[in-house]
């Protein structure tokens, strides 16, 4: 079966999908976007997904271009017609179509494309091995918040994961804090048993896998502290992981050249994987 992607109102074959070539988003990354995760045929957390992307477009000052509802039939209707049931929906609006010139248009109509995908499950081997990180220098802009398209910092440290053959690639300060991940948030488990994650600031994206972990975290009764930590302190963690709508939480037992406690997913982050997947399970 081809794949359907919806490109302004229309649903169209995937391989004649396509956007002007004066579309905002093609020439400046001026847009946002959404990933969703999709469970048994159901959206994963989707109104936190759409409150994010909303926030995202008025941060940018990009009109909403529909209303909520009418918004989540078309995102529906993606997904019947591509009948996925496990895999992801991607979301994109941009600024529009315009002559270029760097200043906001004066008439702008806001651009909305999405797409949906079937995914495969994590090879078994990620939650019994756990999987590598490598580090990266801190380069992004200060408002890591607002889900740009303009990810090119993060393509790159993507690209330096691969080549290292590793799973992700962590953002690291000049003075040593992690930040985040290329396309997840980062946490560790410290020596007493709490779990630490950045608190939410301009500097990450607030995700919402990392927010509904958090909330599980505490529902188990685990303790969660919200505050900047080092990429010192993460070698020497018990647990690390990282946390994504498509990475769920995965377990970093490598971090450069440095293991991680055992070199083994631990207790609490294999726990809280299984938690997350079963919430998942009954979205």
Not at 268 to 279: C, E, K, M
């Amino acid at each position: 079966m081809s794949r359907i992607a919806y490109v302004n109102g229309r649903y169209v074959p995937h391989r004649e999908a396509k956007v002007h070539v004066e579309d905002r988003g093609y020439q400046f990354s001026d847009g946002i976007y959404e990933v969703v995760a999709l469970a048994n045929g159901r959206f994963v957390d989707l109104e936190p997904h759409l409150d994010r992307l909303e926030r995202s477009l008025r941060e940018l000052r990009i009109a909403m271009p529909t209303t909520r509802a009418a918004l989540v039939l078309a995102m529906e209707e993606v997904v019947g017609r591509n009948r996925v049931r496990d895999g992801i929906i991607y979301v994109q609006m941009t600024r529009g179509v315009a002559p270029r010139d760097h200043a906001f248009p004066a008439r702008a109509r806001t651009q909305v494309v999405m797409t949906a995908k079937s995914t495969k499950p994590h090879p078994a081997k990620y939650e019994e091995d756990g999987v590598k990180a490598v580090t990266v220098p801190e380069i992004r802009w200060h408002r890591c918040d607002i889900k740009s398209v303009s990810l090119l910092p993060n393509v790159l440290a993507k690209q330096a994961a691969r080549e290292g053959g590793a799973y992700e690639a962590i953002f690291v300060t000049p003075d040593g804090v992690v930040t985040e991940g290329s396309s997840s948030n980062a946490w560790i488990v410290t020596r007493d048993g709490k779990l630490v994650t950045r608190a939410l600031s301009n500097e990450i994206l607030g995700g919402i896998t990392r927010q509904t972990l958090m909330d599980i975290a505490r529902e188990e009764g685990v303790e969660v502290e919200e505050r900047p930590f080092t990429l010192a302190e993460a070698r020497q963690a018990r647990e690390a992981f990282v946390t994504s709508t498509t990475s769920y939480a995965m377990p970093v037992t490598q971090i450069d050249d440095a293991v991680i406690a055992n070199g083994k997913p631990g207790t609490i982050s294999r726990r809280l994987r299984q938690s997350y997947i079963a919430y998942m399970a009954r979205a």
